[in-house]
């Protein structure tokens, strides 16, 4: 719903490693959960999404989880690499369902 | 093709001005937004518009007005342009307003001075 609650706001880790960046929603209808990535002076765009009828969907090195009944989902990043770095947002509907409302972000640093 | 396009990329002016920010869409899709980005990265929902119509309108001043003279372009006009106004300001659309992929325009960072 109105509430899209997105963590950490940064995160680095080091190149080769893992990273996870949790959402969590308010509106029980919600059924379709995006992430997007923003590179520094570029625009937002999707990079993995789900609906609410499965629990996990991957794409090469990044999956996205969804708990439908803790109202959570999260974007995992596996072997991480430096042009990983970027803002990560996750996104919801408004109550009325008539836009998506972004998470606040996730600055990812990578570093070699 | 750009799916999404928005024009100035660059808007400096003075306080006071009135300026417009143009933005067209050439994937068919019937909703249309506009979003505010501030310093702290921050994605703002403003407007939203659905076939035309105006469907949201956020907390935002009345010195902004949206214009949306066909599905496929929404354009933001500021009157009286203060400093807190700076900031980037995409465009967006998607098909079905909150279950599809937004598409994003390129951005305009507007700086006021």
């Known amino acids: 719903g109105e509430n899209v609650e997105q963590h950490p706001s940064t995160l680095s880790v080091q190149e080769g490693d893992s990273a996870v960046i949790k959402c969590t929603y308010s509106?029980?209808?919600?059924?379709?959960f995006p992430w997007y990535k923003q590179e520094l002076g570029k625009r937002p765009q999707l990079i993995i999404d789900i609906r609410s009828n499965v629990g996990e969907k991957k794409d090469q090195r990044i999956a996205v989880t969804l708990n439908k009944t803790a109202k959570h989902f999260s974007l995992h990043i596996t072997e991480t690499q430096p042009e990983d770095s970027a803002v990560y947002f996750c996104a919801g509907p408004n109550q009325a369902g008539t836009a998506l409302i972004f998470g606040k972000g996730t600055t990812l640093s990578v570093s070699s | 093709d750009t799916a999404v396009s928005q024009t100035p990329k660059y808007l400096v002016t003075q306080m006071g001005n009135d300026k417009s920010i143009k933005c067209e869409q050439n994937?068919?899709?019937?909703?249309m937004y506009w979003y505010k980005q501030d310093s702290k990265k921050f994605l703002k929902i403003m407007f939203s518009y659905n076939n035309k119509e105006l469907i949201i309108n956020e907390t935002v001043p009345n010195r902004f007005s949206p214009k949306s003279p066909d599905k496929a372009h929404l354009n933001l006009h500021i009157n009286s342009l203060e400093l807190g106004d700076s900031a980037v300001y995409f465009c967006a659309s998607s098909q079905i307003q909150t279950n599809t992929e937004a598409f994003f325009g390129q951005g305009t960072r507007l700086t006021v001075v």
């Open positions: 994937l068919g899709h019937d909703t």
């Open positions: 509106d029980s209808a919600s059924n379709y």
